[in-house]
């Protein structure tokens, strides 16, 4: 970011909120580090009126300011709430109507799991793609038909607003954030700080009933880890299947049971980011950089980041260089 302040996110609590949610942004956020140690943000929890917020689960998180912390936000995140109106009725409470209007137009504006409720209420997401816990789908969509909700999505980018399904998906949205302001580089330093993976697709299905593995099967984890090694080899489903000793059928069963994807879907997200690492970290050709990671010849890695990100390798070694070690 091309700032010389500090980006502001102001977390806005409203009771009785979902504390897990409550705490994904600022742990997220405030593990994104510049290479000196510095945080390259500043996360606000407030409250409507400052005071402490009760939680679903037997306690309050005290807030460091309240509604007015809203005017000088340059990105909003509304977690989860069980809070009446929106979730019962599609009636926003006076109160939560005049602090959302606080919000300058130019911020960005974020739901975790169910603040998605308090977003669609305002008319945020009239109009335009959002997503929340799956749980809650079928009541999100009868409150609020002119949303195009889609909760097959863990989460949903639209610019300047967007969402994410229930619980730990805010992780994945606010590392998509992080990646999205930073870079790959930046977010992944962010995960592996809170020892959370680095990256789950926002087109990956939620996980809605996935069974359990079971613990006597052969779970594919060793061989996903084999091909993070390996990635500039012509991986294939057939190959990867026999490094795990498994059926081509079975081993793509119990991956997609596992991750939510299927091998290759899966094995091109993990070369692209490995590719975008190596932008930001490298002075590599982008020939050299499609070799290392297995996407061939430079025409292939521009066609697929151009498909993903909408840029250019070039633009994007332009864009978050300055990550470089």
């Known amino acids: 970011m091309a700032r010389t302040s500090r980006h502001r996110v102001v977390v806005l609590l409203l ?11 600022p742990q997220l956020f ?14 606000i929890m407030a409250s409507l009126d400052g005071a402490p917020v009760r939680t679903e689960h037997g306690y309050a998180i005290a807030p460091s300011a309240d509604a007015r912390a809203l005017r000088r936000a340059d990105t909003v995140v509304v977690p989860g709430t069980r809070v009446a109106g929106p979730r019962r009725t599609g009636q926003l409470p ?6 959302l209007q606080q919000i300058p137009q130019r911020a960005r504006v974020i739901s975790i799991c ?7 209420a305002a008319g945020r997401f009239d109009g335009r793609p959002a997503t929340t816990h ?18 097959d999505q863990l989460f949903i980018d639209d610019g300047d ?5 229930g ?3 805010g992780i994945d949205l606010c590392l998509h954030v992080i990646r999205r302001d930073h870079g790959a580089a930046v977010a992944n330093q962010a995960a592996r700080r809170c020892v959370v993976p680095p990256w789950r697709d926002g087109g990956q299905a939620q996980f809605i009933e996935h069974p359990v ?3 006597g099967g052969q779970s594919t984890g060793a061989t996903r880890d084999w091909a993070l090694r390996h990635l500039d080899r012509p991986l294939d489903v057939a190959t990867l299947a026999r490094h795990s000793q498994q059926s081509v059928r079975t081993f793509n069963r119990r991956f997609k049971a596992e991750t939510g994807n299927t091998p290759g879907s899966w094995l091109l997200q993990q070369r692209l980011d490995r590719a975008r690492h190596l932008l930001e970290t490298t002075d590599l050709t982008v020939d050299d950089i499609a070799g290392r990671t297995g996407l061939g010849t430079g025409a292939s890695l521009r066609q697929h980041l151009r498909a993903g990100l909408g840029v250019s390798p070039t633009d994007y070694r332009r864009t978050f260089g300055h990550e470089r070690a």
């Open 15 to 25: 009771e009785p909120v979902v504390g897990f949610d409550a705490v994904i942004p």
């Open 30 to 43: 405030g593990a994104a580090r510049t290479a000196d140690g510095r945080p390259r943000y500043e996360v």
């Open 94 to 99: 006076i109160e939560i109507s005049q602090a």
């Open 114 to 120: 169910t603040g998605a409720f308090v977003l669609a």
């Open 134 to 151: 799956w749980a809650y789908a079928d009541d999100f969509a009868r409150l609020y038909p002119q949303v195009h909700l889609d909760a």
């Open 161 to 165: 607003v967007l969402s994410s399904a």
């Open 167 to 169: 619980v730990a998906a």
């Open 213 to 215: 593995p079971p613990s």
